[in-house]
């Protein structure tokens, strides 16, 4: 049986484990190996389709051609060093070959892509894990209170609270909290609390301990901002199943055999409850990193989100491949631990 | 609390000595040769104008302005027919390695923007430059006159100084400066012969060629891991710090700078959304914020923050309406041109879009001089009452007369005899609000001389195919007007005049061009104005686009002293070295 409610499991993970732990670890690989390969194929089929939607997307020359300062001669320099004058189909075999040899290609102002992409990515890691984590956390316990306290005003209060933040957009909370948070504390202290742009003051310096003052202050609007624009459908999803849980039978009879409430809540509730929630948190990891393109804009953190966009909007071709790769792998490697860990976290589900 | 940055260490932001300034940028950049059209950019350039030299600078009156620091003297004389410049390089000007800038510099500068596949970078490659005007005009460059050798030396007990006169280097093949007196401190720059460059003054930024030629002009300064050694200074700060994960560019004071130091001990430069200037500035995240586009909410939002002070100018930007001659075949007749240039009502347009941010914006009544341009001529009388009862009586007038089309009282619309449809074109913009207004507009407008358009949304680049009638987009100007020709103009070829490379309308019209191209050739800057003058006059009549206005820049601050608006494209920071902090 699968619990309702959670991410339906494939017809496959349903079987007896008949064998040895050695010949189920090797299942659990075969399963993962076909899994991986599969997710290849997706992956190379997205590659191309990113590539030649980009690619016709537009002119990444326009703004020169626009020049009317430039010469034909710099035009055709241009073309060359972007493989323009080159059939697409060449273009992509030089990319993917590329690719296979570590190399992301050179963006449009000849500098490397991949060093690029590792330096965005550690300034978005930086704020989305801690938002995670932290929006993981109040997630957990708000929507255990809610269904504990179902019906009461503890419940409402939470329940309303989420679905304000759901419909609330995130450049709205990012807007409220700088000008009715960073600037009023700015303005009665005299000096600043929260930073409202960037990911570290540019005048910062000293070893990494010496600058935390400076990363917290750089962290904490982001990351409040980005805990709020999630953590609000994972509360109503907890609820949700907490609440389903506490109707089933073992917790009835859990209860009826007079086990303390606590344990009772930790050890048959939560513990259940937890299933399906782990799969879909493992799941929105990678769509939290979409959120955070927003975040990064409203404090001008030179993360992924705005690497991307500013490289989408020049027509710049390595970068936009470069970061949609980064985030199918993120997506296809989400999903494979989902899958895994849906399978080791329900004794009742097993590899075939 | 003392900071470090880079090397030099200096207080928090709001010390009394050791002050900072940070100013933000737009967009950000990669690469860090601002001369190769692959890392042109206008973010470059501000984190640049403190940095690289060049004879003569833009002021905010958008003059050139000789830079005494680079060059004693700088003149352009008439030799044997030909332009002479000569410029004298001043004796203590040096990088900030502490090697002397030389003719050597202003060489490699002519070599590399020449366009001439004779000289190519050092892996063999054409020279992927920004721009070539003027430099492909030049016939040579060479030195003369290097710097005296001085030498001290101790004699019984006295100090003894000894100048001697010091010889040109040979230079070599390898660098292509053999016999041209590399070391020379005198640079003479002549002419081809018959092509003058009135605009010879905005030549000539430089960057150090002893670096460049070794590390290469088209990839030795696009990793910014090394740009802090790459991008050496000669001006009053140079470049410290490349923090690529915040997008962030710090300078310090230049130690060998000698000319009148700059205030202000450190400037960084970081990258911030528009969208986040106003608040960022309010709560101390950086002093100045440069938008790319000034917008209603900037204003509104800077009205609640009583420490910022904001400067709106026009800019030498000017957003147009571009017809295209040859999609259609009745916007090929100039009065239908004229009928939509007297149809469209220019200060509806403005008050729509642009005169929320500057109420001060008037319709730009001609096609290359900004109305706060030197040499700007109102030719646009005859368009004083576009858009008003008389303007769309006129312009009815004007469409009666062209052949294939009639009036039609009962729709109030011109029809397209041949096939009895609307006369139609298609107008193309980009989607943005503010080109959406101004197609609304203008769709309007046209409507009432019985006009139909119809707006095509194309957020991607698509004016080279020419797939318009109508288009409106911004040209950015500049003090220099040799580029208009190859916007407004064409080359003869085969008896037909050919569109130039940016004539996107394929306006052409021999006469007009062979004016644009003659000013571009004149003996002086004032001959070149008078040139383009009568250039401008000529085009009211033949209208191949219709000017709306120029585009607002803006510079909002906090705390920060001697800020002055440039129009050009030199950014905030051209004058970073005299700001003070309040």
């Known amino acids: ?352 | 609390m003392a900071l470090t940055v880079g090397a030099i260490a200096v207080p928090s932001v709001s010390g009394a000595s050791g002050t900072s300034v940070i100013e933000t940028l737009g967009g950000t950049f990669t690469g860090f040769n601002n001369f190769s059209s692959a890392n042109n950019s206008f973010y470059l350039g501000q984190v640049l104008n403190q940095i690289l030299p060049s004879p003569f600078y833009l002021n905010n009156g958008a003059k050139n302005v000789l830079n005494k620091d680079i060059v004693k003297s700088a003149t352009s004389d008439t030799v044997n027919g030909r332009q002479v410049v000569t410029y004298v390089i001043n004796p203590k000007a040096v990088w900030s390695d502490g090697v002397q800038i030389t003719a050597d510099d202003f060489i490699y500068m002519f070599h590399a923007s020449s366009g001439d596949p004779q000289y190519t970078d050092v892996d063999g490659s054409a020279f992927d430059v920004a721009g070539t005007s003027g430099y492909e005009q030049i016939a040579s460059v060479v030195g003369s006159t290097p710097n005296p050798t001085v030498t001290t030396s101790v004699v019984k007990g006295k100090t003894k100084t000894t100048v001697s006169v010091t010889k040109c280097e040979a230079g070599s093949n390898a660098t292509d400066n053999a016999g041209l007196c590399p070391n020379g401190k005198t640079v003479t720059v002549t002419f081809q012969a018959g092509k003058p460059y009135p605009e010879w003054q905005g030549l000539f930024g430089l960057l150090p060629a002893h670096i460049s030629r070794a590390v290469g002009w088209n990839s030795g300064m696009q990793d910014p891991a090394s740009a802090v050694q790459n991008i050496l200074s000669a001006g009053p700060y140079k470049l410290s710090n490349v923090d690529q994960a915040n997008s962030t560019y710090t300078e310090v004071k230049n130690p060998r700078w000698w000319g009148k130091p700059g205030i202000i001990d450190t400037l960084v430069f970081t990258n911030v959304a528009d969208t986040q200037g106003i608040a960022g500035l309010g709560n101390g995240d950086f002093q100045v914020f440069q938008p790319t586009t000034v917008t209603r909410d900037m204003l509104n939002q800077a009205l609640g923050q009583p420490d910022v002070a904001k400067s709106v100018i026009p800019a030498y930007t000017f957003e147009h309406l571009d017809f295209n001659i040859t999609h259609n075949p009745f916007m090929a007749n100039v009065n239908v041109r004229k009928a939509i240039a007297l149809g469209i009502n220019r200060n509806d347009i403005i008050a729509a879009t642009v005169g929320q941010v500057n109420a001060k914006t008037k319709p730009l009544n001609s096609f290359m001089f900004m109305a706060n341009q030197p040499g700007y001529v109102d030719h646009g009388a005859a368009y004083v009452n576009a858009g008003t009862a008389t303007g769309v009586a006129a312009a009815k007038n004007l469409l009666n007369g062209v052949p294939g089309i009639t009036y039609s009282s009962s729709d109030q619309k011109y029809h397209v005899d041949s096939t009895g449809d609307p006369l139609t074109f298609v107008l193309q913009e980009k989607g943005n609000i503010t080109r959406s207004t101004e197609a609304q507009i203008i769709q309007g407008d046209l409507k009432k001389i019985g006009i139909t358009v119809t707006i095509v949304v194309r957020s991607n680049a698509t004016l080279p195919d020419g797939n318009f009638d109508m288009v409106i987009f911004g040209w950015a100007g500049s003090p220099l007007l040799s580029g208009w020709v190859n916007i407004y103009g064409c080359t003869v070829t085969n008896s037909v005049c050919v569109p130039n490379a940016s004539n996107y309308g394929n306006f052409s019209n021999a006469a007009v061009s062979n004016t644009m191209s003659d000013a571009n050739a004149a003996s002086s800057f004032s001959a070149e104005v008078s040139g383009y003058q009568a250039a401008d006059t000529a085009l009211w009549n033949l209208m191949p686009t219709l000017p709306l206005y120029q585009s607002p820049t803006a510079i909002f601050w906090t705390g920060v002293g001697g800020i002055k608006n440039n129009p050009t494209q030199a950014g905030a920071s051209w004058n970073a070295q005299v700001w003070t902090r309040n």
């Open chain 1, 1 to 352: 049986m699968v619990k309702s409610g959670g991410r339906k499991p494939p017809a496959f993970y349903f079987a007896v484990r008949k064998s040895s732990p050695v010949c189920y670890l090797d299942r659990v690989l075969k399963y993962i190996f076909r899994r991986l390969v599969s997710s290849l194929l997706v992956l190379w089929v997205a590659t191309i389709g990113v590539f030649v939607m980009v690619a016709y997307s537009g002119d990444p020359l326009f703004d020169l051609k626009m020049n009317p300062t430039t010469s034909p001669k710099t035009i055709l320099v241009r073309e060359h060093q972007l493989f323009l004058d080159r059939p697409l189909p060449w273009r992509y075999w030089h990319w993917i070959d590329n690719l296979f040899h570590g190399n992301l290609g050179l963006d449009m102002s000849n500098v490397a892509v991949r060093p690029q992409l590792f330096i965005h990515m550690v300034v978005t890691l930086r704020m989305v894990v801690l938002a995670f984590v932290l929006a993981v956390v109040i997630a957990v316990s708000l929507g255990v209170l809610a269904a504990l306290r179902r019906g009461g005003f503890t419940d409402r209060g939470i329940t309303f609270t989420t679905f304000f933040f759901l419909a609330t957009p995130v450049f709205v909370t990012g807007l409220f909290l700088k000008f009715y948070v960073a600037i009023p504390l700015y303005r009665y202290f005299g000096h600043q609390i929260f930073a409202t742009t960037g990911a570290a003051s540019p005048l910062a310096s000293g070893s990494f301990f010496h600058r935390i003052p400076d990363y917290v202050a750089h962290l904490t609007l982001p990351t409040v901002t980005l805990i709020l624009a999630v953590f609000s459908s994972w509360t109503i999803y907890q609820r949700s199943s907490i609440l389903e849980t506490m109707n089933l039978d073992h917790v009835m009879l859990a209860r009826s055999k007079g086990i303390k409430p606590r344990r009772v809540l930790m050890r048959h509730i939560l513990r259940n409850a937890l299933i399906p929630v782990t799969t879909v948190l493992a799941l929105d990891f990678a769509g939290l990193l979409g959120g955070a393109v927003v975040t990064e804009t409203v404090y001008s953190w030179n993360g992924l989100g705005r690497w991307f966009l500013e490289g989408a909007s020049k027509q710049d071709l390595n970068i936009t491949l470069a970061y949609l790769l980064f985030t199918a792998v993120l997506v296809i490697m989400f999903n494979l631990l989902a899958d895994i860990a849906y399978g080791f976290l329900d004794p009742r589900i097993r590899y075939r």
